[in-house]
């Protein structure tokens, strides 16, 4: 139990925290699994999953296995219960990470659900502070990637997050979160028949976020070319790269999702995913702190590349959109 603590603090908890500088999940949670036996249990299985996945780590899937039953009796008494609820929801984003790392769809989209109606009953939104603050963030971000997985809208609109940006923000994680906010936007403008006055709000915004970006988010590319002309890139944080791999994925769901809008695009998607790919082949402190399962992605995004599916985009339906603007 100790080394799976330790592990979730090296690495899984930095991943939970990858847009957020108050270190929520590294601090708060590893202090409150003290006293919360459902906490600790939550820990200790979505670490032994992840160790899990690592070359010859089947050894670790039944004690993943047992800790995640654990923390699921444990969590339906507390439900049933009437003590303090403050834990659930933080237990809840974590089964719900182990179940992304355990490709539990099922168990995922109920535990996600339920997050949602927490996140409703209490009244946690962007605003909030602390735990809640981060709960919501991380409950985003599996927000999006389910939509963009089931090709639907968000459950929850960005019009409700009850967002306030800073003018001039130069944090990366409030700029990153700036970021979900405006892929979360793209997300049900693609799959919610959005307008063009929508799109042309999207593009301004995202584009004057990216204008005001620091000199820590302008990766620096190093080493040699890899295969198909890749090349490796240097950010001075994760934070960054993770936002700027949020920047390009908005990108290509505005230009290429539910397909390719217009052949004109087409140069500009693959920019947008070799930029993806180049991210993702650096040689980051460890992939999971993006808050991106990167590798997963590559070999899809590397397709992207091929001349076949070049082919297959110019076959495309003439657009409804403008021109790409730059």
Not at 230 to 253: E, G, N, Q, R, T
Not at 279 to 296: K, Q, R, V
Request: aromatic fraction near 12%; hydrophobic fraction near 40%.
């Amino acid at each position: 139990m100790v080394y799976l603590l330790n592990e979730y603090r090296k690495g899984l908890a930095r991943w939970m925290d990858i847009f957020d500088h108050n270190c929520t999940y590294q601090r708060e949670i590893p202090r409150r699994a003290l006293t919360s036996e459902l906490l600790l249990s939550c820990i200790c299985a979505f670490t032994a999953r992840q160790l899990s996945l690592s070359a010859s780590g089947e050894i670790w899937t039944p004690v993943a296995t047992n800790y995640y039953a654990q923390a699921l009796n444990l969590l339906i008494k507390l439900l049933n219960s009437p003590a303090s609820q403050d834990n659930t929801l933080s237990a809840v984003m974590l089964l719900s990470s182990y179940e992304v790392l355990a490709a539990q769809g099922q168990e995922h989209r109920r535990h996600y659900e339920g997050a949602m109606k927490l996140i409703f009953m209490q009244g946690i939104s962007a605003r909030s502070f602390g735990l809640d603050r981060a709960n919501f963030w991380i409950w985003v971000r599996h927000e999006i990637s389910v939509s963009i997985i089931n090709e639907s809208p968000l459950q929850m609109s960005p019009k409700y997050w009850n967002v306030s940006w800073r003018e001039g923000e130069t944090e990366e994680d409030a700029l990153g979160n700036q970021i979900l906010w405006l892929v979360g936007r793209a997300v049900d403008w693609v799959y919610g028949n959005g307008t063009l006055s929508e799109y042309y709000d999207l593009l301004r915004d995202t584009e004057h976020w990216y204008a005001g970006l620091s000199e820590s988010f302008r990766g620096v590319k190093y080493g040699d070319l890899v295969e198909d002309g890749l090349c490796k890139v240097h950010f001075s944080l994760p934070a960054a790269a993770a936002a700027i791999i949020w920047y390009h994925l908005l990108h290509i769901l505005l230009y290429a999702e539910p397909v390719l809008k217009d052949a004109a695009y087409a140069t500009s998607v693959q920019e947008h995913a070799t930029e993806i790919i180049n991210i993702s082949i650096s040689d980051l402190p460890n992939e999971s702190e993006l808050g991106y399962n990167t590798h997963s992605r590559v070999e899809v995004l590397q397709q992207l590349l091929e001349p076949t599916h070049h082919r297959e985009w110019y076959d495309a339906s003439p657009s409804t959109l403008p021109p790409e603007q730059h």
